[in-house]
C-alpha cells in the first residue's frame, strides 16, 4: 500500500536523508506498547460512543493484537512515525474501509503525548522501586555499622568524627526525598491527553474520561490546547532524575576516593571494577565513576529539554519531537545508576579499621574538648574555641597542663581552677564518647542511628 499520509496534500515522498531527519521511528520503540494501548481504548471509546460499529470495532481491536504480537519489527520503518506506521500496517491487515476508521476524532498530536506518559509512567513505577532498594541497600549496611567510627569531612578536611552508618543515612535521607520527588512528578504525568485531538478537540461525541479511565490515568488533561502542547511534565521529570543523579553522583565521588589506597576504606566488589590494558596491578572503581559520569548526560537531557520548550508557540510543533528522546535517555540511565549504585552498595568491602585509624586524625575531637571546657567552667562557647584553636597549632594530643598554659594567656587562670579536670579532657578526646553523646535527633549516636534505621525501615514497610 502507498503511503497512507502521503497520498493526498503531498506529491512526493522525502528521500533518505530527509527522512531521516524527520523520523521519530528510532525513539519510538519506547511507545510502541503504549500505542497500541491507546489504539485499543481509543477504537472500544469509538464503539462505545456509537461512532464505528461493533464489527469494526472487534475487527481493529483483533488486528491491533496482531500489530502487537508481530511486534515492532513487523512494522514499515519508512514511515516517519510510529503511530502512522503501525495505523498503516493494521489497514494491511484488516482493510482501509474497517482500519481507516480507527483514526477518527483523533491526531498524533493527542496520540504520541498519551503514548509518553504512558510509558514514562510504567519508567516511574520501576525507578521508585528501584530507589526503594538503593534504600535498602544503604540502611542494610547501615544497621552493621552503627558502631564503626570514621572521620566525618568538612571542605574534604577531617571536621569531627562519625560513624559509617550515620554518613550512610545522610545518603538514605537524600535518596528518601528523591523518591518523594519521584512519586510527585508521577502524579502530574498520569493524566490523559487523549481527545485532544489536534488541539482544538474534535466534533466528535468522545467520551475522554473513559479513555483515561481506560488507559489507567487518574485524570484529564482538560484544555485541548495544553494537552497536546505542554510537556512540562518532560522538563519536570527530567529534574527530579537529574536530582536524583546529583545524589548519585556525590556518593559515587566518595566511592572513588574512598577506595584509593590514600583512604583505604572500602574495596569495590570485582564485578564492579575493571582493570587496565596495560597496568596488570589495577583494579578501577569504573562503575562508580560511571555513575558519576551519566549524572552529566541525565543533567544534559534537562537542559536539552528545558532549551527545546522554551518559547516554543502553542499548540503542537514538531519541535516537541526532538524533545522526547531525551527523557528516554535519561530515565535509562537514572534507572540503571540507581541499580548500579544499590550493587556497589551491598557488595563493597567495608575496612572499618582503616576507618577507625582516620576517625581522630587532624585533631577531629576539637569541637568536643571546647564544648566541655563550655559545660566544665561555664565559659562561653568562642573563648573556648580560641583556647582550642590555639592548642590545635601544636600536633600533641593537648593535656589539662597544655589547655591551663594557654587559658592561662587568655583568661589569666587555667581552666582547671574552673573544675576542667583530666578525666573531662580525655572523655572529650575519646572519639567513641565524641559520638555517644551526640545523641539528638539525626546525631551519630548509635542509639540515634539505631533509631533512624528502623523508622526508615518501618516507613518503607520492611519490618
Ligand atoms: N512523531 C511525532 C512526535 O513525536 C508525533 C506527532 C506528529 N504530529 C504531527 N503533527 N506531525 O511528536
Not at 12 to 19: F, G, R
Not at 122 to 140: H, K, Q
Not at 309 to 324: F, G, H, M, V
Request: hydrophobic fraction near 40%; glycine fraction near 8%.
Amino acid at each position: 500500500m502507498s503511503n497512507i499520509l502521503r497520498r493526498g496534500r503531498l506529491s512526493s515522498s522525502p528521500d533518505e536523508d530527509i527522512l531521516n531527519f524527520t523520523s521519530s521511528m528510532s525513539a519510538d520503540k519506547w511507545i510502541f506498547e503504549a500505542d497500541i494501548l491507546v489504539d485499543l481504548a481509543h477504537t472500544l471509546m469509538l464503539k462505545e460512543q456509537g461512532i464505528i460499529r461493533h464489527d469494526d470495532c472487534s475487527k481493529i481491536l483483533c488486528g491491533l493484537m496482531h500489530v502487537k504480537e508481530g511486534g515492532i519489527e513487523l512494522l514499515d520503518h519508512s514511515y516517519e512515525d510510529i503511530h502512522i506506521s503501525l495505523e498503516s500496517r493494521l489497514i494491511d491487515i484488516v482493510g482501509e474501509e474497517t482500519g481507516g476508521r480507527m483514526h477518527s476524532g483523533r491526531s498524533r498530536n493527542d496520540e504520541v503525548a498519551t503514548c509518553i506518559r504512558i510509558r514514562l509512567r510504567d519508567e516511574l513505577l520501576s525507578l521508585m522501586e528501584e530507589l526503594v532498594g538503593l534504600r535498602l541497600a544503604l540502611l542494610n549496611r547501615a544497621s552493621v555499622h552503627t558502631e564503626t567510627l570514621m572521620p566525618g569531612f568538612t571542605h574534604l578536611q577531617h571536621a569531627q568524627p562519625t560513624t559509617f552508618a550515620h554518613h550512610l543515612l545522610a545518603h538514605s535521607g537524600a535518596v528518601a526525598r528523591d523518591t518523594e520527588r519521584v512519586t510527585d512528578a508521577f502524579s502530574r504525568v498520569n493524566r490523559s491527553p487523549l481527545g485532544a485531538a489536534a488541539f482544538a478537540s474534535t466534533g466528535f461525541d468522545l467520551d475522554r474520561q473513559r479513555t483515561a479511565s481506560l488507559l489507567g490515568f487518574s485524570g484529564l488533561l482538560e484544555n485541548s490546547m495544553d494537552a497536546v502542547s505542554s510537556r512540562d511534565f518532560l522538563i519536570e521529570t527530567a529534574s527530579v532524575l537529574a536530582n536524583v543523579m546529583v545524589n548519585l553522583s556525590r556518593m559515587a565521588e566518595e566511592l572513588v576516593l574512598w577506595s584509593t589506597p590514600e583512604f583505604g576504606f572500602i574495596e569495590l566488589h570485582d564485578s564492579y571494577s575493571s582493570t587496565s590494558s596495560i597496568m596488570p596491578q589495577k583494579k578501577n572503581p569504573d562503575t562508580a565513576e560511571l555513575i558519576r559520569g551519566k549524572a552529566g548526560t541525565v543533567m544534559g537531557s534537562l537542559m536539552a529539554l528545558l532549551t527545546i520548550c522554551k518559547a516554543l508557540p502553542l499548540s503542537y510543533n514538531r519541535d516537541l519531537q526532538e524533545a522526547t528522546p531525551n527523557m528516554w535517555r535519561s530515565v535509562e540511565a537514572t534507572r540503571s545508576a540507581v541499580r548500579i549504585m544499590t550493587g556497589i552498595i551491598g557488595s563493597m568491602k567495608v575496612n572499618t579499621d582503616a576507618m577507625a585509624d582516620k576517625a581522630t586524625a587532624g585533631f577531629t575531637t576539637a569541637t568536643e574538648l571546647a564544648d566541655t571546657m563550655v559545660r566544665a567552667t561555664g565559659i562561653p562557647f568562642r573563648t573556648a574555641h580560641q583556647i582550642v584553636g590555639v592548642l590545635a597549632r601544636s600536633s600533641r594530643v593537648p593535656t589539662l597542663k597544655d589547655v591551663d598554659d594557654v587559658s592561662g594567656r587568655i583568661l589569666g587562670a587555667g581552666l582547671s581552677g574552673r573544675g576542667l579536670t583530666e578525666e573531662m579532657i580525655m572523655e572529650a578526646l575519646d572519639p567513641v564518647s565524641n559520638i555517644r553523646r551526640r545523641k539528638i535527633i539525626g546525631g551519630p549516636s548509635p542509639d540515634e542511628t539505631s533509631r533512624a534505621i528502623s523508622s526508615s525501615l518501618e516507613e518503607l514497610g520492611k519490618v
